[in-house]
């Protein structure tokens, strides 16, 4: 069994000597312990420190392409590189490396195929109130999204199987922590939580720049995956939604017509007209929308199967 403990960099030359310093070089369950550092454009010195200090494997964008591409990037590589299983840190040492085999012993014992580090929020001394809060409630919108139980899910500190790993699509370029986690949910693949220790602070976060920004890129992530994956259900209960609103109008406006006022309530009428029909549209684009998912779904299965072929190769990217 081969794990590959990936690190996604952007200019990390000051945290990277601390990161790899923790990292284990044998974990149970592990003939061998890996490390590989994806160079997301640095414009410092990253590759140069990550190879003084022994990293196995060092992938290199020319351009910074972003977290999310960052991680896809890396799981590639570990992919091309035989890993059985992947663990994510992040660079800046937040996420205590001692914690690794917490995450790996559920994809050991065949209890998950995904498993994400559960930060102790609440206890965070350098997260604000309202980020607390924040990351409570996404982490809850998450849940409810991906039909999961996870507890932290903009957490980095994740691990995932080989055939997890070949699943996974990102397409967001900002970042990937919970578009893989409602699109492994939605999968049927197993994800859970598990408790973990993190670091002090040693820098600001690069992420998340503002908490508007954040929520707001959150926000339209967690929605673009659910209207990917389950876009009948979001079309069917928005357009019940209209033609309800609809009918309600509709039947106000025959209660007044009845009534013998019905000439000062046409609005109700016109309107009533517009929302039938808008909602009957969003039921014909759900329906639009089920068949492009099932393909979707088709060519996902394709691509795994693409993936297992020419993930038996060793990859061209690392050295």
């Known amino acids: 069994m081969k794990l590959i403990v990936q690190i996604p960099c952007l200019n990390e030359a000051a945290t990277l000597a601390t990161t790899i310093s923790e990292l284990p070089n044998k974990i149970n369950g592990f003939d061998e312990v890996e490390w590989l550092v994806i160079d997301d454009g640095s414009t410092d010195d990253t590759a140069l420190v990550a190879k003084s200090l022994g990293v196995h494997h060092i992938v290199r964008h020319p351009a910074n392409r972003g977290l999310a591409t960052a991680f896809m990037t890396g799981v590639d590589a570990c992919l091309r590189l035989n890993a059985d299983v992947i663990v994510n840190t992040d660079a800046d040492n937040q996420y205590r490396a001692e914690d690794i085999p917490k995450l790996t012993a559920p994809i050991l014992s065949g209890e998950a195929d995904m498993v994400i580090g559960e930060r102790p929020i609440d206890s965070t001394e350098h997260f604000s109130w309202l980020k607390k809060k924040l990351q409570r409630l996404g982490s809850w919108a998450v849940r409810i999204a991906s039909k999961t139980d996870v507890k932290d899910a903009p957490s980095g500190f994740r691990a995932v199987s080989r055939e997890t790993a070949m699943r996974l699509n990102v397409f967001n370029a900002y970042t990937y922590t919970l578009e893989t986690i409602i699109q492994a949910g939605l999968s049927n693949l197993r994800v859970i939580s598990v408790p973990i220790?993190?670091?002090?602070?040693?820098?600001?976060s690069r992420l998340v720049k503002s908490i508007f920004s954040y929520v707001r890129r959150s926000l339209t992530t967690i929605i673009r995956v659910v209207l990917i994956y389950r876009p009948l259900h979001v079309f069917f209960w928005s357009g019940l939604l209209m033609t309800s609103t609809g009918g309600l109008l509709a039947f106000r406006f025959l209660y007044f017509f009845l009534s013998g006022s019905g000439d000062g309530h046409i609005q109700s009428l016109i309107l009533a007209s517009l929302c039938i029909v808008l909602g009957g549209m969003m039921w014909m684009l759900g329906l639009i929308s089920e068949l492009i998912s099932t393909n979707r779904k088709l060519l996902?299965?394709?691509?795994?199967?693409?993936?297992?072929?020419?993930?038996?190769?060793?990859s061209p990217y690392a050295r």
């Not at 996902?300 to 060793?314: F, L, T, V, Y």
Request: net charge positive; no cysteine.
């Open 300 to 314: 996902e299965k394709i691509n795994w199967r693409i993936q297992k072929i020419e993930h038996h190769q060793g």
């Open 197 to 204: 220790r993190t670091n002090e602070d040693l820098r600001p």
